[in-house]
Each structure stands twice: as C-alpha cells, then as structure tokens.
C-alpha cells in the first residue's frame, strides 16, 4: 500500500507539481486545498498526471474542525505543507491576513498531525527569509534577515517548527526554502494559474509575449547589481516539486528538523530573464522601468552544496527548459 501523503495547497502552483512528483514517486496524494489562490479545475489533470485517484477536500487550513476530519477520513502517515500566502505586496499591505494564514494556517495544522501522531512534515518555507544576505550565495549557515511581512512570517513558522523538534525527537521535519519557482510543468498541462494577476517574473512575461498584458514592469533598475535590476535563483517548478519528494524520501530515515535550500546557484537578473524568454517565444517584450518595490532586496542566490550532500537533490533544469515550459503553458491558454 502507497503512504498517505496530505498536500496543503495541493491545488496551488507549487502544491500541483508536489502532488504529480508524489504520485510518480511511489505516494498516494490527498489534496488540501481552499482554492484562494486556486481552482479545482486543476484536479483532472492532477489525477491524469498521477495515474491515480487523487482524493480532495476543499477546506481552510485555518479550520481546526475540517483538517481533523481530513485526518479522520484518510490513512495520512505525512504532510507536505506548501498551503499559504505569497505575494510580496500584498503582504506589507496586509499583514494581518498573512501572519493568520502563513503562521496561523501552521499551527493548526501542527496541532492536528499532533492530535493524529503524524510527525512527518515537509515544510515549503521561502529565501525570502534570508532578506539581503550580505554575502552571495546564501547557505543554510546564513542568518535570516526577512525584508517584508511575508519572509517574516515564514521565518516564524521556521523558528516553531525547529522549536517543535528540539521539544519532542519524534519529529522528522524538512523545511524547504524555496528559491523563485518558475516555468511550468513539460506537459503543458500544468502552471502557475492563480486566481487574479501572477506574480512570478516568468507568468508575467508569458502573459506580455501573449498580448494580454501590455509591458513588463521592471521594478528598478538601480539596484546594486550588475545590470542594476534584481537577480535571483529562478528554479524550475518541477526540480522544486522533486526536491519535496526527495525530502519527504530522507525523513524516512531522520529526526529533528533540517532546514535546506532548493535553488539552483545560478545568479540571473530581470534583464537577463527577459531577454531569455524573448528568445524562447520568439517576441520582443514591452518594457516600462517601474519604481522599486517594498520589501524588495538588490539579490539573492542559493547556496546548493547541502541540499545535494544531504538529500541527494540538485536542479536539473536550466534558464531554457524554465522559458520553454512558460511559454508551452501560455500557449496551450495559461490558465485552469
Ligand atoms: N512560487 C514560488 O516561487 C515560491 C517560492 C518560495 C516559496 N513558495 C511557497 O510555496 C507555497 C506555495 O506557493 P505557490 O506559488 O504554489 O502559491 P499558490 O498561491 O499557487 O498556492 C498556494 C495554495 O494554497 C491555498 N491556500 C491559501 N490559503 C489557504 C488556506 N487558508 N487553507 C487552505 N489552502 C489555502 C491556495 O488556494 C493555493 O492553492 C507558499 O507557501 C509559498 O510561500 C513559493
């Protein structure tokens, strides 16, 4: 029989790609999901990619009396927690709502699996939590300095849960911090496909290339970089989703809590995506220089060294693979 694996936010663009890798990787899948952020459109092709029945419940996490019926009703012996809020903006703009989801949302979830005794957590965590590092790349070692509300609230659930494990050795938790997810699944079949406007670089290129938005906005270009626009780690969505696999794989074998990076240690700026993709679609892609954002920092790249020693993971996929998938996934219509 397939160990029982609950994806919170299994419906969402990281969560999709967790629970087709799960599938493929020997797991049977139960989505948890409140479709904030997302639809359940996504469940066919969920079960198409998996080969397999992918059971759901459209629930918020936040709702104690739901998540324990989730555990009641199916036979979860681990849980991938990638449900939660994750825009930059709208997180300075609005705290309350982020701290109750991202850190809210954890502790019930915790409490549950608690309750249950499932202790064993694969947790979706953010660079966001490194801030401006003042030396590139960021290992683990780094210490966290968060620039907006958001990496904050993910640097809190990092801190209880590290807290959690030091209390009680029973737990095996793996917290992930993601670095910019990108692209789309080799299919076609699945993407970023949120409920409003994307806020990866790569989804709001596509949506220029494809004419349904006007420019790209590049958010200064007078940062202290190279070119002068932001540089990141931009890692493709499906080397994301194995790295969760690949996670939830060691826990089998640890305890406590390990804390790794999954990015891929390439640094690439907004000028460089840009021109990337221009070359993937075959476009010239509208741009306006816009004002830098809140809570935004000059750069930020993986260090990848302990992710490959420590779970056997690094990224496969390049800047080519992340362009192509986006625009496979813009042209078969982008969305759910
Ligand atoms: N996309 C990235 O580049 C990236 C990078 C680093 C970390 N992350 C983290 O990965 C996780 C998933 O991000 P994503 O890009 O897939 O975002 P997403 O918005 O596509 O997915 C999040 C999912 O969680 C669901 N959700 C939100 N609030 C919920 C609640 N209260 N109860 C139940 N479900 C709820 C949404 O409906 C959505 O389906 C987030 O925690 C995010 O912080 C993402």
Same mark, same amino acid.
């Given at each position: 029989m397939p160990e029982t694996v609950l994806v &919170?936010?299994?419906?969402?663009?990281? =969560?999709?790609?967790?629970? $087709?890798?799960?599938? @493929?990787? =020997?797991?049977?899948?139960?989505?948890?999901d409140n479709f904030a952020n997302s639809t359940p459109a996504v469940l066919p092709r969920l079960e198409s990619l998996s080969g397999r029945p992918v059971p759901w419940v459209n629930a918020d996490l936040r709702d104690l009396v739901a998540v324990r019926r989730v555990f009641h009703d199916h036979p979860i012996a681990a849980v991938v927690h990638c449900a939660g809020l994750k825009s930059? /903006?709208?997180?300075?703009?609005?705290?309350l709502a982020y701290y109750d989801v991202n850190v809210g949302?954890?502790?019930? %979830?915790?409490?549950?699996?608690?309750?249950? =005794?499932?202790? &064993? %957590?694969?947790?979706t965590s953010s660079s966001a939590v490194y801030g401006q590092a003042a030396a590139l790349p960021v290992s683990e070692e780094t210490p966290p300095s968060p620039q907006n509300v958001y990496g904050r609230t993910k640097r809190v659930v990092? /801190?209880?849960?590290?807290? %959690?494990a030091r209390a009680?050795?029973?737990w095996r938790i793996a917290i992930l911090r993601c670095f910019n997810a990108a692209g789309a699944h080799t299919t076609g079949m699945l993407g970023e496909a949120? @409920? =409003?406007r994307p806020?990866? %670089?790569?989804s709001l290129l596509a949506r220029v290339a494809a004419g349904e938005l006007s420019e790209i906005q590049v958010t200064g270009n007078d940062w202290p970089t190279p070119d002068g626009t932001g540089v990141r780690d931009y890692v493709h969505i499906q080397d994301v989703a194995q790295a969760h696999l690949q996670a939830l794989k060691w826990l089998a074998d640890a305890h406590g809590a390990i804390t790794q990076n999954v990015g891929t240690g390439r640094a690439q700026s907004v000028y460089e995506i840009i021109a990337a993709f221009e070359r993937a679609c075959g476009r010239r892609i509208g741009q306006l220089t816009a004002a830098r954002r809140a809570g935004d920092v000059a750069a930020c790249v993986a260090d990848t060294k302990r992710a490959y020693e420590a779970l056997g993971w690094r990224? &496969? @996929?390049?800047?080519?693979? $992340?362009?192509?998938? &986006? !625009?496979? !996934?813009?042209k078969s219509g982008g969305r759910l």
């Open positions: &919170t936010g299994g419906a969402g663009y990281v =969560g999709s790609h967790v629970v $087709v890798e799960l599938a @493929r990787g =020997g797991y049977a899948p139960v989505v948890l930059i /903006d709208e997180s300075e703009e609005r705290p949302g954890a502790l019930s %979830l915790i409490e549950v699996m608690g309750e249950a =005794g499932v202790a &064993t %957590l694969v947790f990092e /801190d209880f849960l590290r807290d %959690l009680n050795a029973n949120p @409920r =409003g806020s990866g %670089l790569l990224a &496969t @996929r390049g800047l080519d693979a $992340v362009c192509a998938d &986006t !625009w496979k !996934w813009q």
